[in-house]
RNA sequence: GCCCCCAUCGUCUAGGGGACCAGGACAUGACCCUUUCAAGGUCAAGACCGGAGUUCGAAUCUCCGUGGGGGCACCA
């Protein structure tokens, strides 16, 4: 670590109204990466204010997400901390007593307008090609009587009083000041009816309740952050880093993911939600490193990053503010080459369950060399059944069509299986050494090219047109198994 | 309609006035390696949105256009 920077105090604050999505996870990570490299906290705030689209599976998916990424908490829901509560559904309280107290500072005021009564003039405004916006009303009621009136009962909800003339600037740390006039900021809400606070004051409260100094969230916010700054300086209150990630744009760089994209990309194999990266057969350190890269980048050179790398590298100036479109493609390359980086004890420990759920045993006599004969070839974890499975299965199953062809024939092929026999039975141990000469040899004699007499074999042997190298296979099936399975060829070979 | 943001190869990006007839990566094509498929190696093709300025000099700064994206809720 070569940062001198005080430690940051970095929140990840989602709703959990739906699964966590790759831009999610990045934000996250942002956040996580900036809070380790400065020794600072990452903190996990849950962010359920909206009762309506609330859905009680999502904490847990998200928290499960952060999990599986590697990249836990210092404070939140589960693990407390010194802020406590983390989920804004039970500071209620506290968000309500910083309205009132903007509305005694004159920074706010309670509204009695009804929904339709709002909707309506929104029509009407829309209809008049104006910005649809609060048309001021309630704003200039008496505040003596206002008080009195949200004190006896009557439904409302509490606005902040946005200045009227006048500029409001404000800074993002990816793209400098960002002026706009104060004419074109809404009275928007901070307090429902419901007497819950909604985004604009709950995340403004938490941030600096608990103490955040760095702010990643999506562009998205870009529109409402002078408001945000505004409540920030209503309330004489210090304001975080802001930074506002670029969006993530779907695979052809038109328009952010949908719904229907969303779809689309997992019947293609490739996943949206992170809950579907393990099923897809990914692993946490090749999406940590793709997520990172979308948005960011380090050199003209470096690509490959491990999380300790990322966490000793990342930087906020090297941030993009550009919209960047999901690459698939390099997420899959990535997979591959943190799948080779990986010791093959650990690799093996991971396709393990790939075989057991296609109901292999996998016997853990030969799993380290089976996954060592594997690991070059795999880029995702679902190929490797495909690929190895032979290994496990007490047949294999024989495509004669794969092996004889209009370059061998039927008659050719059981001979030469004959003759693979005849030499591999006359050696106790069938390796590279001892064979591939033979082989080559009896390829010659027969008129055959290599390839085919190799092809033969390997079909003979896993019962797949494409494995790993023979001579690799051979010592892990054990001389037993490789004379049962080509004595089995042999047989059906004579008969075809 | 109004407001905001963005703009380098198909995609992710390096670049922050001369180091750039623009570098890397994915994908693509060719070749090498080779018992298959990969991996690995070599090479190829491929971009500064347009126009004005500023400057001796602009991918880099300014403005205008255009294009793309986002927002305009008692959602976040």
Known sequence: MTTTNPPARVRFAPSPTGFLHIGGARTALYDYLLAKQTGGAFILRIEDTDQKRYQDTAE?????????????????????????????????????????ELIEKDQAYYCFCTTERLSEVRDQQQKNNQTPHYDGTCRRLDKKEAVNRAASGEPHVIRFKSPRGGTTTAVDALRGEITVENSSLDDIILIKSTGLAVYHLAAMVDDHLMGITHVFRGSEWLPTFPIHVLVYRALGWD????????????PDGKGKMSKRDTELAREQGYPIFMKDMEDLGYIPEAVINWIALMGWSYDDKTEYFTLSDLVDKFSIDKLNPSPAAINFSKLDHFNGLHIRELAVEDFAKRIKPWFEKAGLLPRDEILVPVAAALQKRTKKLTEVVDMGGFFFHDEVGLALDRIVSSKLSAGQAAEAAERILEIFRGLDEITQDKAE??????????????????????????GQKVSPPIFDIIPILGRELVLERLEKAHKILSKA
């Open 60 to 100: 847990q998916d998200i928290k499960d997400a952060l999990a599986w990424m590697g990249i836990q908490p210092d404070e939140g829901p589960d693990r407390g901390g010194p802020y406590a509560p983390y989920r804004q559904s039970q500071r209620s309280q506290i968000y309500r007593d910083i309205a009132e």
């Open 239 to 250: 304001e975080p880093i802001w930074v506002h990630l670029s969006v993530l744009l779907k």
């Open 437 to 462: 000469t033979a082989l080559r040899e009896l390829a010659s004699q027969m008129g055959l090219k290599a390839g085919q007499i190799f092809g033969l074999l390997r079909e003979s042997l896993t």
